[in-house]
């Protein structure tokens, strides 16, 4: 996705002023209710404006001050309102960009009695199938039922390298409005129109159905109770005054009731959820609600795959060893029979390599064939059963193990040979013919470049990371002390995923995991945090609460610093926001009694010049300190990795003594330049 940098540009700004004033409307007001407090107190302050005209007393107060105290309170609700607009408007940008790349095109469907006809895309329905030709945009959202095509998905990806997507694979989804650029598929449809990925998509970068997230539910209503403690603050402060011989006009109240209810964390709160999910989008994340991206942030575990994710794409076949009794040709010829109909990344590896030995199967008749046994992650095993009688099966050296009936005299040597694979990090498969295990495949992973570097920063952050795999267990610990996982599933079958989650989740801890399979799928659902791979199947995509647009499994790191990055900035404007407010009390209060209580002059340490200047001068700083702040509620509090009491100590100190010490030196200064003009 086109992710532009600038925070703020000219077009954004202008029409995010214009909903800053539509926003102003009290239904729209009311789901914020600090700001909503501040909109009650200006609608006073406007009475109070009107009243002034006709009558002038200490607690109304003359007019051209109350107009100018209600100018002011104006201008803050506007600055809340724009920093929500602005987040909200960057999405609008995006969701037009995106709405551009939808077009209507025509598709090639299949009729059950075999003929092809043209119809228009908005015509298509769940289920149907179409053709799609090189060439060709795809005209709906879709699994690939026949062949593969490389597929120019820059469109919605941004990424301009083409794609592989093909039939029963992990990597079988298209998406309407890609193209495709060689080949032919057939695709069966699976969103009706209107509900694509697309349209999803839209909706949600356009934030037309965000939800605030438990936490910003649970903030609003901390926020809220400060208000009413504040509140009586305030009212209390009038007897108070009453008693000191002071006369606090309502401008004064309603002004202080403001500058001390949380303004700053309450106008910037939903900028800073919204802008989360924005960072999300940049980095090619469709995260499917804001409580996803959140808890992404609080993730305790990473559940990780092998193959792809800490090794690179697939696993190749390097040997075969045949074991006493077969010669090495037939032995070749026996494993490309295994592989004949086994799609896999792994059963294609074997029959090339078998070729690279002079040995095909092209002459493998049909007629020979009685069934072909596809490959499971249930059983750990593929063949073919042909039709004299012979099975042929290979699969993880366990299985075959036990599918075999091997002699003891002849175990050993097939277990050495498993074994010395394993330990060197190769995944074992084992060859059956017949009950008999008569040889061993050897599978090598190769270990991404880097990714040694990426674990170590996870450690940094205090993260667990689980490498998953079939594989058995040597392999598996070969491969995950190479690569610096803290632990590792072997021999996973997809519920040991799902019981591993279970048990983290019962511990306490927060799970994320990144999968593509259908196999995957219950693991998606069940994880705190799923994420799918675009290219996945629907059923991955489907169960996830994220889908990666760029399919890199290593994005998990990614999700998790962004999530960490919302968490910390709302935290951290939450603390500023509360110091500030504590603060203004102590700057203003003594400012107001100075007349009235003399010995109250000994802590008016800022020597405000009156208390209508102190009064003015801190609903001027508490307006303004929302915009100065847009910047860092959009762009977030920048991430680095270490322990959680260090950062909150570091945030404490930064943003709690800046909170108390700003308003102080603020306030002064517009104090200061007020008093030219008062
Ligand atoms: N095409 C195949 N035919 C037979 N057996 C296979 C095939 N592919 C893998 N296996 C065996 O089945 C085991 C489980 O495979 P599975 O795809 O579930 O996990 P994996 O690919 O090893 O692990 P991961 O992809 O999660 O790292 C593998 O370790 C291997 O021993
Ligand atoms: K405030
Ligand atoms: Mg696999």
Redesign the pocket.
């Known amino acids: 996705m086109d992710s532009t940098n600038k925070i703020l540009n000219k077009n954004i700004l202008k029409g995010a002023w214009s909903d800053a004033f539509v926003k102003l409307h009290p239904a729209q007001m009311m789901k914020n209710p600090v700001m909503f407090t501040v909109e009650i107190g200006t609608l006073v302050m406007i009475a109070v404006t009107c009243i002034s005209l006709f009558v002038q007393n200490g607690s109304v107060g003359s007019f051209g001050y109350n107009f100018v105290i209600t100018l002011i309170l104006v201008i803050t609700l506007l600055f809340a309102n724009l920093a929500e607009a602005i987040a909200e408007a960057r999405g609008k940008a995006q969701a037009n960009a995106l709405k551009k790349t939808r077009t209507n095109t025509m598709a090639k469907r299949l009729l059950v009695d075999g003929t092809v006809k043209m119809v228009n895309a908005t015509e298509l329905r769940k289920n149907d199938i179409f053709i799609v030709e090189a060439g060709d945009v795809i005209a709906a959202d879709g699994e690939i039922t026949e062949g593969f095509a490389s597929i120019d998905e820059s469109a919605i990806t941004g990424e301009s390298a083409p794609v592989i997507r093909e039939a029963e694979t992990d990597h079988n989804s298209v998406i309407g409005g890609t193209k495709v650029l060689s080949d032919t598929i057939k695709v069966k449809v699976t969103s009706e129109p209107g509900e694509s990925f697309l349209d999803k998509m839209i909706a949600l970068v356009e934030g037309a159905n965000r939800q605030k997230t438990p936490n910003e539910i649970a903030l609003t209503i901390l926020l809220a109770s400060f208000t009413v403690v504040f509140l009586i603050v305030t009212v209390t402060l009038q007897p108070f005054a009453a008693y000191a011989n002071t006369m606090l006009s309502i401008a004064a109240l309603v002004s202080l009731f403001v500058c001390l209810i949380p303004t700053t964390i309450g106008g910037l709160l939903s900028a800073i959820g919204i802008a989360g999910m924005d960072r999300a989008l940049s980095a090619n994340i469709i995260a499917k609600s804001g409580k996803a991206v959140e808890t992404a942030g609080d993730i305790d575990v990473l559940l990780l795959?092998?193959?792809?994710?800490i090794?690179i794409g697939n696993?190749k076949a390097t040997n075969f060893y045949a074991l006493d009794g077969t010669d090495e040709t037939s032995f070749a010829r026996l494993c490309a029979m295994s592989?004949a109909s086994?799609n896999?990344p792994?059963?294609k590896s074997i029959v090339e390599l078998a070729e690279s030995l002079k040995v095909s199967i092209d002459d493998l008749q049909d007629t020979e064939v009685n069934d072909f046994v596809k490959?499971s992650?249930e059983t750990?095993?593929?063949g073919v059963d042909l039709k004299d009688g012979r099975q042929i099966r290979?699969?993880?050296?366990d299985?075959i193990e036990k599918w075999c009936n091997i002699e003891p005299e002849a175990l050993q040597a097939f277990r050495d040979k498993v074994r010395e694979i394993a330990e060197k990090g190769g995944?074992?498969?084992a060859l059956g013919v017949d009950k008999k295990a008569i040889g061993v495949i050897q599978?090598e992973d190769i270990i991404k470049p880097g990714i040694q570097e990426r674990f170590a920063r996870f450690r940094k952050m205090g993260l667990k990371t689980v490498m998953?795999?079939?594989?058995?267990p040597l392999?598996a610990e070969y491969i995950a002390r190479q690569a610096g996982v803290d632990d590792f599933i072997a021999?996973?079958?997809p519920e040991d995923k799902l019981q591993y989650i279970k048990k983290e989740q019962e511990a306490g801890k927060l799970v994320a995991m990144m999968g593509d399979g259908t196999?995957d799928a219950p693991a998606l659902a069940q994880a705190d945090v799923g994420i799918a791979m675009n290219s996945g199947t629907q059923a991955a995509k489907e169960a996830a609460n994220m889908v990666d647009l760029d399919n890199d499994p290593t994005k998990l790191l990614e999700v998790v610093e962004i999530g960490k990055q919302l968490l910390i900035t709302r935290g951290n404007v939450t603390t500023f926001s509360i110091a500030n407010d504590v603060a203004k009390y102590f700057a203003i209060v003594p400012a107001l009694f100075a007349i009235g209580i003399p010995g109250l002059n000994t802590l008016n340490i800022m020597g405000l010049a009156s208390p209508q200047s102190a009064i003015l001068s801190a609903v001027i700083f508490n307006a303004v300190i929302i915009p100065a702040l847009i910047p860092l509620a959009l762009r977030g509090v920048k991430y680095r990795p270490m322990g959680a009491s260090t950062l909150l100590t570091r945030n404490l100190l930064i943003y709690g003594l800046g909170g108390i010490t700003l308003p102080f030196i603020g306030i002064k200064l517009i104090d200061m330049i007020v008093n030219i003009f008062m």
């Open positions: 795959d092998k193959t792809g994710t090794t696993r592989s086994d896999t792994e059963g490959f992650a750990r095993m593929s290979k699969g993880a050296w299985a995944t074992p498969l599978l998953v795999t079939g594989d058995n392999t021999e996973a079958r196999n």
